[in-house]
């Protein structure tokens, strides 16, 4: 009996020790996971934890004017806006902040006029008319500045200045209802505004600026190179012989595959150019960069992204293709792809440094091994050799190959677009003393230049993962 | 001499006319071009001229709390946040303005309540310590905040309450240091929120309501059907003799296309879907959808898009098919496109009414005809009667046929996602009576449900470009 108590009574601190000991375990779990979390977020990009830190600043800045009694005896309760402001209004980059700042300060302008001067009007038609009148100004700004903002045009660069321009001018003439200093509220909402944007703007630029225009600069650039990897590894994924294990292949095509996010990143790249043609000169780019001719880089980028994305469907099917239709290609199609990645890869770096090789003026240059690979391959497939060969089971070889020939045409295309992106931003002209004849190899240049975060163990097979450009200018930038 | 007074008297005045004219004649184009631009927008998708009103219905409604000197007595100059919260939160489909008025409202009570907090804890500090210690307060929750909205998943969904989070905390703990009544402040900036977010939410849901998910459900269908259509006249266009003119191919080509939106559809899609998730239920929409499965779809309609793209790349180039090979492989290859057609777009219909045929209850059945033109094409290329053909001129009649059949393959994954959503989502069933063995013709239902906005003049391809849904995806839920 005694036994029987004494064991329920460590039961019960045992079970209670045991709950205690999961619950701190759970909470530890918790805690590890949300910590791993939060390094995996700022590792990944560490611009972050310091955009974190400017609005912290910014915030804390413009806070100031609560404490400091002569700011305070100045703007009083508006204070507010300007803390507001800047919660709004400090972006990822200095082309978001700048865009949102100059819509917000300059939609508080004209609207605030505007309202000022609808205020006016309803006053003049007495007590009773002037609710009435109001209400009417109020709802038909609203009904046309909110239909305004379906344009694609205005949706795209000014979408927030309508939206601060409704809020305004309701605000504000809906106001004078009730204050008489309607003068003075309008100009202390300018005030403030101003104070509360500026601040973000100055400390944006100041403080460790992310420029929109050089994610973008990097983003273009590193899809190209992603494609310059996938056809770098593709020859030997393609052709391999089945001694590789499983685990080998599985890392080696996840590597391959870091094209994949090119094949979205349209959004990122408008979004990115949008604020980047609000950012002033910087570095090695001026005001009026071509950001356009990046976009349309990126379009050609995609769309041999597209071309990748069929060829890849013939690494995932497991493809039998007879070994004598195979040795006989096998070399001519090795050679297509690791021309056509070389020269993917050197114009990324073109882009990436803004260099161009004097010895690689005219695209044809560039372009010459792989031309001549193509015609090899060309060649083969003309030969008469192929008539003992059973053609459905070499039909996916051939396709290989007519798609490895896209490929090369769709590069063709991009190296025109970056011809005229290096003549139209004034790419530095390197002439390589070395070897004239032919480019020197630039992988010195490349290393310095790519800063791959993640290096795949195929020796052939580089991806950078440096994808946070993408992912921030999908996220980091929404249009408040 | 009077003569010539005379003629430069009538060149001012004649001068002074024409410029008046070209003045009047400039801004009537410009006046013109306004009002096209504004048909047009109106007309594309008549719900933004709607939303446009309910926006100033909300917005007058509101402003009401002001002229009513009851409702004013009660808030104050607060009643302004009720007027900012409609212009903020009043997006053009329901769930946006659901999904931004609950982060609103949740995160100015979670910091309401934390910032009166945070000022009576400063408050013990003394009249030094006070404002060093909210300035701290306030740096802090605004780098943690701000960091944490990097994380993608609090960034999909919650974006917009971690800006009002910080928001309200700052000015709820500062505003603290000035006023001594923060609570009734807390108190009433809750409430103007809740009337603002309230007045939006149910005159988005009363008036002509936008449901995100109905325009991401339209829209994945129509993204299928589009497939259908490029499909349904790529044997037409691929193998057609010279004897079209220019025009009619321009014309076609045009048609085609159609499907070059769905490459790029991605964010829309994934937009819409976050939204759909904030929805009551509605219609034959449950609260609980599968609205992943939608994006599932739309993922794999994707990828069958890039084939496409590819097997597009063959009509650009003119290319030189040998007379005996395309005779020989024409019509199976028609045969294969045009079930692949047909199967995408009874699935597109399936979709978009919600209902599966008895008949097609497996995704085999549905794909049968399909298969059976596969395996002839395949019977085809085995066959050696190939022997005389110039291979490498035949090369891309084999990268067709090899990219229809993957085509069909992409089909075939189609059709069970289709399958899964369809028990999912619990379409109805329809037991086609006329004929159980061969599904009915779906014409008729279709014209009902898929309302194509442009018929190409080919009579095979039909393209519904009604677009808006992806364009309002896109363009008008930023996350503000």
């Given at each position: 009996?005694?036994?029987?108590?004494?064991?329920?009574?460590?039961?019960?601190?045992?079970?209670?020790?045991?709950?205690?000991?999961?619950?701190?375990?759970?909470?530890?779990?918790?805690?590890?996971?949300?910590?791993r979390?939060?390094?995996?977020?700022?590792?990944?990009?560490?611009?972050?934890?310091?955009?974190?830190?400017?609005?912290?600043?910014?915030?804390?800045?413009?806070?100031?004017?609560?404490?400091?009694?002569?700011?305070?005896?100045?703007?009083?309760?508006t204070?507010m806006?300007?803390?507001?402001?800047?919660?709004?209004?400090?972006?990822?980059?200095v082309?978001?902040?700048?865009?949102?700042?100059?819509?917000?300060?300059?939609?508080?302008?004209?609207?605030?006029?505007?309202?000022?001067?609808?205020?006016?009007?309803?006053?003049?038609?007495?007590?009773?008319?002037?609710?009435?009148?109001?209400?009417?100004?109020?709802?038909?700004?609203?009904?046309?500045?909110?239909?305004?903002?379906?344009?694609?045009?205005?949706?795209?660069?000014?979408?927030?200045?309508?939206?601060i321009?409704?809020?305004?001018?309701?605000?504000?003439?809906?106001?004078?209802?009730?204050?008489?200093e309607?003068l003075?509220?309008?100009?202390?909402?300018?005030?403030?505004?101003?104070?509360?944007?500026?601040?973000?703007v100055?400390?944006s630029?100041v403080?460790?600026?992310?420029?929109?225009?050089?994610?973008?600069?990097?983003?273009?650039?590193?899809?190209?190179?992603?494609?310059?990897?996938?056809?770098?590894?593709?020859g030997d994924?393609?052709?391999?012989?089945?001694?590789?294990?499983?685990?080998?292949?599985?890392?080696?095509?996840?590597?391959?595959?870091?094209?994949?996010?090119v094949?979205?990143?349209?959004?990122?790249?408008?979004?990115?150019?949008?604020?980047?043609?609000?950012?002033?000169?910087?570095?090695?780019?001026?005001?009026?960069?071509?950001?356009?001719?990046?976009?349309?880089?990126?379009?050609?980028?995609?769309?041999?992204?597209?071309?990748?994305?069929?060829?890849?469907?013939?690494?995932?099917?497991?493809?039998?293709?007879?070994?004598?239709?195979?040795?006989k290609?096998?070399?001519?199609?090795?050679?297509?792809?690791?021309?056509?990645?070389?020269?993917?890869?050197?114009?990324a770096?073109?882009?990436?440094?803004?260099?161009?090789?004097?010895?690689?003026?005219?695209?044809?240059?560039?372009?010459?091994?792989?031309?001549?690979?193509?015609?090899?391959?060309?060649?083969l497939?003309?030969?008469?050799?192929?008539?003992?060969?059973?053609?459905?089971a070499?039909?996916?070889?051939?396709?290989?190959?007519?798609?490895?020939?896209?490929?090369?045409?769709?590069?063709?295309?991009?190296?025109?677009?970056?011809?005229?992106?290096?003549s139209?931003?004034?790419?530095?002209?390197?002439?390589?003393?070395?070897?004239p004849?032919?480019?020197?190899?630039?992988?010195?240049?490349?290393?310095?230049?790519?800063?791959?975060?993640?290096?795949?163990?195929?020796?052939?097979?580089?991806?950078?993962?440096?994808?946070?450009?993408?992912?921030?200018?999908?996220?980091?930038?929404?249009?408040?």
């Amino acid at each position: 009996m005694e036994a029987e108590k004494d064991h329920s009574n460590t039961g019960i601190v045992g079970r209670i020790w045991l709950r205690l000991k999961s619950a701190i375990g759970n909470s530890i779990t918790g805690v590890s996971t949300v910590v791993r979390d939060v390094i995996k977020v700022g590792k990944d990009d560490p611009r972050r934890a310091v955009h974190s830190f400017k609005v912290g600043l910014a915030l804390t800045l413009v806070s100031l004017i609560y404490y400091y009694q002569p700011l305070y005896t100045n703007f009083g309760a508006t204070a507010m806006w300007a803390v507001m402001t800047v919660v709004v209004v400090f972006e990822f980059s200095v082309g978001a902040t700048l865009s949102k700042g100059l819509n917000r300060g300059l939609a508080t302008l004209l609207a605030g006029a505007l309202g000022v001067g609808a205020h006016h009007l309803a006053c003049l038609s007495g007590k009773i008319g002037e609710p009435i009148l109001l209400s009417f100004f109020v709802f038909l700004q609203a009904v046309a500045t909110t239909f305004m903002r379906f344009f694609p045009e205005i949706k795209a660069r000014y979408d927030y200045g309508m939206l601060i321009f409704i809020l305004t001018f309701s605000l504000v003439s809906v106001s004078g209802y009730r204050y008489d200093e309607i003068l003075t509220m309008a100009h202390r909402r300018f005030s403030t505004i101003f104070i509360g944007g500026a601040t973000c703007v100055i400390i944006s630029i100041v403080v460790c600026p992310v420029w929109a225009g050089e994610d973008l600069h990097n983003l273009i650039a590193l899809n190209m190179e992603k494609l310059g990897s996938f056809l770098e590894g593709f020859g030997d994924e393609f052709f391999r012989t089945s001694a590789d294990t499983d685990w080998d292949t599985a890392e080696k095509r996840k590597c391959l595959r870091g094209y994949k996010s090119v094949l979205g990143s349209k959004s990122a790249e408008e979004t990115l150019a949008n604020f980047a043609r609000w950012e002033p000169s910087h570095g090695e780019f001026r005001f009026r960069h071509p950001w356009k001719q990046y976009l349309e880089l990126g379009a050609l980028t995609r769309e041999c992204a597209y071309r990748i994305e069929a060829l890849d469907g013939y690494l995932n099917v497991n493809v039998q293709v007879p070994a004598v239709a195979r040795e006989k290609i096998e070399g001519a199609c090795r050679e297509v792809s690791s021309e056509a990645a070389k020269a993917l890869k050197e114009m990324a770096v073109s882009v990436r440094t803004m260099t161009r090789q004097a010895a690689l003026a005219d695209t044809d240059h560039l372009l010459v091994d792989c031309h001549g690979a193509v015609k090899d391959l060309k060649a083969l497939l003309k030969a008469s050799q192929w008539k003992e060969t059973d053609l459905l089971a070499a039909v996916p070889l051939f396709t290989v190959t007519s798609l490895l020939i896209d490929v090369v045409e769709c590069t063709e295309k991009i190296a025109e677009s970056v011809q005229e992106l290096s003549s139209l931003a004034n790419f530095r002209e390197v002439d390589p003393t070395s070897s004239p004849e032919k480019p020197a190899p630039l992988a010195g240049r490349k290393t310095k230049a790519s800063k791959p975060d993640v290096e795949c163990p195929h020796p052939h097979v580089v991806v950078p993962v440096h994808d946070m450009t993408l992912e921030n200018g999908r996220a980091s930038y929404p249009a408040e």
